[in-house]
């Protein structure tokens, strides 16, 4: 079973780029999750869908755009990309009130540089 | 909003001892959950707690949830090397709610 698969896994991009980073699971959830994760500071919330048709802003959203195309694809999109969005970036996803509570189900990350 | 400490940031540690790791919040939580993280990969559930005061065991593992519900700890007896990697705590208030995330401990074993 794939689980949650991200692309691409690693990126470097010059400052003021553009670009989508790609998520997909099947395993039928309903929220999906965005995730930066940088030293010192654990995961944060970027965005986050809680159900197909709906986003909503999580801690650090600001210089992100999403898109919950559809039930198994949430993408994130930085327009104008800026050195301090260098980080590895992690979607997750998971159906509230199912299985273990709060259990996030992680992909393997996407490492973003930013010059 | 909630803030989460975790504690330690880092151990390095000898193959064969035990491990202890805690989180601690300004805001109860009714839910904790411990993940690991290995190199290179994402964060995968070790053990989830939902009642102050449970203790709950996976193996190796051991965590407690709090009594105060602010609170929670890790331990991990007779560490191995596949141990390596870092360990987040989370916390959420209620089975819909979003997850906020310690920053991490950071575990080195040495043969």
């Known amino acids: 079973n794939a689980g949650v698969t991200q692309t691409p896994k690693f990126q470097v991009l010059k400052t003021g780029q553009s670009m989508t980073l790609q998520c997909a699971q099947d395993?039928?959830?309903?929220?999906m999750y965005w995730y930066r994760q940088d030293p010192g500071m654990g995961l944060r919330l970027i965005y986050y869908s809680a159900s197909e048709g709906t986003t909503d802003k999580g801690e650090v959203p600001n210089g992100y755009n999403v898109s919950r195309l559809n039930k198994r694809e949430f993408s994130l999109r930085l327009e104008s990309a800026a050195p301090s969005q260098t980080s590895v970036y992690f979607c997750a996803s998971r159906t509230p009130g199912q299985g273990f509570p709060g259990e996030l189900f992680f992909g393997e990350g996407s490492r973003l540089t930013v010059l | 909003g909630q803030q989460l400490n975790q504690s330690p940031q880092s151990m390095f540690i000898q193959e064969g001892e035990d491990v202890s790791m805690n989180c601690t919040s300004s805001?109860?939580?009714?839910?904790w959950l411990w993940y690991k993280q290995d190199p290179g990969e994402g964060p995968v559930l070790l053990i989830a707690?939902?009642?102050?005061?449970e203790l709950t065991s996976n193996g190796r593992l051991t965590a407690q949830f709090g009594i105060t519900r602010k609170d929670s700890f890790l331990n991990i007896s007779a560490s191995i090397p596949s141990d390596v990697g870092i360990y987040f705590c989370?916390?959420?208030?209620?089975?819909?709610?979003?997850?906020?995330f310690g920053a991490g401990t950071q575990v080195v074993v040495t043969p």
């Open positions: 707690l939902y009642k102050a005061g």
């Open positions: 805001s109860i939580f009714n839910t």
């Open positions: 395993m039928n959830h309903n929220s």
């Open positions: 989370a916390g959420q208030l209620n089975s819909w709610g979003k997850l906020q």
